[in-house]
C-alpha cells in the first residue's frame, strides 16, 4: 500500500526566509508526486509534480520541489516566503498502475512578517 | 474552462438522514474521485469512478455510497447520517494517467447536528 508521511504538522518561517516543508513516501514501483496548497475554506490547489526528469521541479508561485529517490523523500521548498503563502500543503502519491492519489497529513505553514 | 463544481457548498442536516452531494468535473475530464476532510483525520480518500465504473473505494461504511453519470458528473450518497460524519468533502476530477494531477472543487461543507 501507498503512503505519505509529512512530518511536521506546522512550519513558522519569517517572511524573505527559504522554507521546506517535508514529505516522505512509500510506493511501489516508481512514483508520481505531488504537491497541493489549501487556503481556509477552499479546496486543494495543485502546485507542483514530479513524473520523471529532473529532481528539481518547479511550479507555481514561485516553489520548487526536490525528489530523492535514496531517501525517498520530496520536499517542498522556496527560496524567500510571502505572509501570503501561509497556507496547509500537502504532498501526495500515485503509484505507476494509476491508483488513487494517497495524500500525507498536511504541514500547516506559517510565514511571519 | 470552468473548474470542478461542487453543490451545494454548505449543509446542514440532522442525524439519522441522508444526504446527496453533486460534483460536476471539468470539462474532458473522466475520473471523479471524492474525499473526507478532518481536523483530525486529513484527507481521506472515499471513492474514485472513471467512466461510471467505481475503480477504487477507501476504507469508509457503506453507508457511503457513490456513482458516475454519462457525462462524468459524480454524486456521493451518505445514509443515516451520524455527528462523525461532519466534515469538508472534496471532489477533484482529472484526465487517465498516473502522472495527471487532480483538479479540486471547493468542497461540500456538511454539518451534521
Known amino acids: 500500500a501507498q503512503s505519505v508521511a509529512q512530518p511536521e504538522d506546522q512550519v513558522n518561517v519569517a517572511e524573505g526566509n527559504p522554507l521546506t516543508v517535508k514529505c516522505t513516501y512509500s510506493?511501489?514501483?516508481?512514483?508520481?508526486l505531488f504537491w497541493y496548497v489549501q487556503y481556509p475554506n477552499r479546496g486543494l490547489q495543485f502546485l507542483l509534480k514530479?513524473?520523471?526528469?529532473?529532481?528539481l521541479v518547479k511550479g507555481s508561485y514561485g516553489f520548487e520541489a526536490e525528489f530523492n529517490k535514496s531517501q525517498t523523500s520530496f520536499h517542498l521548498k522556496k527560496p524567500s516566503a510571502l505572509v501570503s503563502d501561509s497556507a496547509l500543503y500537502f504532498c501526495a502519491v500515485r503509484d505507476n498502475a494509476g491508483n488513487m492519489l494517497t495524500f500525507g497529513g498536511g504541514t500547516r505553514l506559517m510565514v511571519k512578517p | 474552462k470552468a473548474g470542478v463544481t461542487q453543490t451545494p457548498r454548505y449543509l446542514i442536516k440532522t442525524r439519522g438522514q441522508q444526504v446527496t452531494l453533486s460534483c460536476s468535473p471539468i470539462?474532458?475530464?473522466?475520473?471523479v474521485s471524492w474525499y473526507q476532510q478532518t481536523p483530525g483525520q486529513g484527507l481521506q480518500f472515499l471513492f474514485e469512478y472513471f467512466s461510471e465504473t467505481q475503480r477504487n473505494k477507501g476504507n469508509f461504511p457503506g453507508r457511503f455510497s457513490g456513482r458516475q453519470f454519462s457525462n462524468s458528473r459524480s454524486e456521493m450518497n451518505v445514509s443515516t447520517l451520524e455527528l462523525g460524519d461532519s466534515a469538508l468533502y472534496l471532489c477533484?476530477?482529472?484526465?487517465?494517467?498516473?502522472?495527471?494531477?487532480?483538479?479540486f472543487g471547493q468542497g461540500t461543507r456538511l454539518t451534521v447536528v
Open positions: 510506493v511501489s514501483g516508481n512514483p508520481y
Open positions: 470539462s474532458g475530464h473522466r475520473s
Open positions: 477533484a476530477s482529472s484526465t487517465q494517467g498516473a502522472g495527471t494531477e487532480a483538479f
Open positions: 514530479y513524473i520523471t526528469g529532473d529532481n
